[in-house]
């Protein structure tokens, strides 16, 4: 069980006060560019950012944010939990979470910002209904995730075991693949081990793709059967306390033919083309250039199909994007996967991902598992 109190006995004061001075620095940097938004207060619905600014790790939370105060809106469930993970007022509001937050602030004059993107047109309609006629509403515009992409020693402390479960769970869950085994299996012998090591579950499904079915860039684990002489490709993340890692590699029972080894070559080749240029200061979209020319250079470039990297923290897929329209720029502390791929329809896919860390120098990998083409007997 993940009880608040337990959690909260492990840390010894120190690092509780270190995590809480980090959100207060997190909710005052909101506060700026509430500011520059000329607005009054935000109201943070989407999860992962509510605990990125508050601590709480409940599935029903609304945090309102100004100046003045920061509270809290969460249900009675979560009455005790709320109270030791937040270092801000707790509200519990019975009935409709928004209805609390609607109360709490109308009949004020405030400006306030809100998560469009995240909130269903619903609640948006009904909170200009509520609040909007003195000022109309704006959309905070991923203000929270702005601050996300930039980790805090602490969190790239979090990624980084969360990597090494991921990696060593790869390693043990691997031994065991044999030929036979259905893409089912082997998932929850990876799922499993994740577990084992600590895990509070697998950061997104985990994708076992068997033979040609790896040339769909999310296959879905099935009753697909690995095969002796064949590939089987592996998509893995951990999720271990909030934080998650990601990375994908591909194995084969038996020596791999010709042609598919020269596929393995070209992604591993695109790959660390990369992460040779991953580094501070460089724009997102030239590390995704560096994959692509590397690919370019074997004719195999329109086979690689989706971007080259997304960050990961509190969430699997967020900023910064490593895509040929990212904006992004890299900064040392942000943590981004670097994973291109080749997907040939109905014969072959490859794609070898890490989660790494972007540093002045260069990008840290974090999931290391070795990228040799792994050979599994059958
Ligand atoms: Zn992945
Ligand atoms: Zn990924």
């Known amino acids: 069980m993940s009880g608040g109190a337990a959690g909260a006995g492990c840390y010894n004061s120190e690092s509780l006060t270190r995590a809480t001075d980090a959100r207060a620095g997190r909710r005052q940097r909101l506060l700026e560019a509430l500011a520059e938004l000329r ?30 105060r920061t ?18 007022r707790v509200r519990i509001v019975r009935g409709p979470t928004w209805d609390g937050v609607w109360r709490h602030a109308a009949g004020r004059r405030w400006r306030i910002a809100l998560e469009a993107e995240h909130m269903s047109h619903a609640v948006w309609t009904e909170t200009a209904r509520r609040l909007g006629r003195n000022a109309p509403l704006k959309p905070l515009g991923g ?23 991921c990696a060593a769970a790869f390693l043990q869950a691997s031994r065991r693949f044999r030929a036979g085994m259905t893409e089912n299996d082997a998932a929850a012998e990876i799922e499993y081990r994740m577990r ?24 879905r684990p099935g009753a697909a059967r690995l095969e002796a002489g064949k590939p089987v490709l592996v998509d893995m993340g951990a999720n271990l306390a909030g934080y998650m890692s990601d990375m994908t590699r591909v194995a084969h029972f038996g020596p791999p033919s010709r042609e598919f ?10 790959q660390q083309a990369a992460l040779q240029v ?11 250039k560096a994959a692509r020319m590397a690919l ?19 969430e699997i897929h967020e900023g910064p994007r490593l895509g040929a329209k990212s ?34 120098t260069g990008a840290e990998i974090l999931t290391s598992v070795s990228k040799g083409l792994l050979v599994l007997e059958s």
């Open 39 to 68: 607005c009054d207060a935000a109201v943070v619905s989407h999860l992962p950012n509510v605990r990125y600014l508050t601590g709480f790790t409940g599935s029903n939370g609304i945090l309102f944010l100004s100046a003045e």
């Open 278 to 288: 991953a580094r501070a200061g460089v724009s997102a979209s030239r590390v995704d």
């Open 71 to 88: 509270v809290l809106f969460t249900d009675p469930r979560y009455e005790l939990q709320a109270g030791e993970e937040c270092d801000c």
């Open 143 to 165: 203000a929270v995730e702005r601050l996300r992409k930039v980790k805090s020693p602490e969190e790239i402390g979090a990624i980084r075991a969360s990597a090494k479960l």
């Open 327 to 360: 904006e992004d720029a890299l900064e040392a502390g942000m943590v981004v996967t670097v994973e291109p791929g080749i997907y040939l329809s109905g014969k072959a896919g490859v794609r070898i991902e890490d989660t790494v860390l972007v540093t002045r």
């Open 196 to 219: 084992k090591l600590g895990a509070e579950g697998a950061a997104f499904e985990t994708i076992v793709a068997a033979g040609e079915r790896a040339a769909l860039p999310h296959a």
């Open 296 to 314: 370019k250079a074997r004719g195999l470039d329109r086979y690689f199909t989706h971007s080259t990297g997304h960050g990961v923290g509190l």
């Open 261 to 270: 080894a020269r596929l393995y070559d070209a992604v591993l080749e695109a």
